[in-house]
């Protein structure tokens, strides 16, 4: 098996996570993926999906890591505009329900900003990608909010892609 392209990989980890099974399937598929040798002259959305199922196996050992990550991958490699944008925004969604509670805390006060800024500081997110995120006023914060809660990809793209 090649590496897949974007919609492919999209369309596969729908389908399995659409199954009565979904945790051996994408396992399954993880395993075509990593298993297969990758090419040098590989083109560079190919490099991109082999990273990302590398991403997903470091989670497919345990299924309430694996199954959240999954749907929040497909959802972004599904809605995304780009591979710039996959590649911009795959960490930030990887971690999404941690990110939702700092955003939470944040919006309701329970944390100051020099927190949350530490917080965006030690992400292993794109320097674009924090850096937009620290310039967001609080109604965007709120946006991001909701967009990340509905796994609103197209929204999150255009909010912290600009």
């Known amino acids: 098996m090649m590496t897949p392209d974007r919609a492919t990989l999209a369309r596969d980890l729908g389908m399995a996570l659409a199954t009565p099974k979904p945790a051996e399937r994408i396992n399954a598929l993880l395993r075509a993926v990593l298993t297969?040798?990758?090419?040098?002259?590989?083109?560079?959305?190919?490099?991109?999906?082999?990273?990302?199922?590398?991403?997903?196996?470091?989670?497919?050992?345990?299924?309430?890591?694996?199954?959240?990550?999954?749907?929040?991958?497909?959802?972004?490699?599904?809605?995304?505009?780009?591979?710039?944008?996959?590649?911009?925004?795959?960490?930030?969604?990887?971690?999404?329900?941690?990110?939702?509670?700092?955003?939470?805390k944040y919006a309701q006060g329970m944390i100051t900003r020099t927190s949350f800024l530490s917080f965006i500081a030690e992400q292993r997110w794109p320097e674009r990608v924090r850096q937009r995120i620290i310039m967001l006023s609080p109604t965007e914060i709120e946006s991001m909010t909701k967009a990340l809660e509905e796994r609103n990809m197209m929204y999150l793209e255009a909010l912290l892609t600009v």
């Open 36 to 104: 297969a040798e990758p090419v040098a002259s590989e083109p560079k959305e190919q490099r991109l999906m082999r990273s990302i199922s590398e991403r997903l196996d470091v989670a497919s050992g345990e299924a309430n890591r694996l199954l959240p990550l999954a749907q929040n991958v497909q959802a972004l490699l599904d809605a995304a505009c780009s591979n710039e944008a996959v590649e911009l925004l795959v960490e930030l969604i990887a971690e999404r329900e941690r990110v939702l509670d700092v955003l939470r």
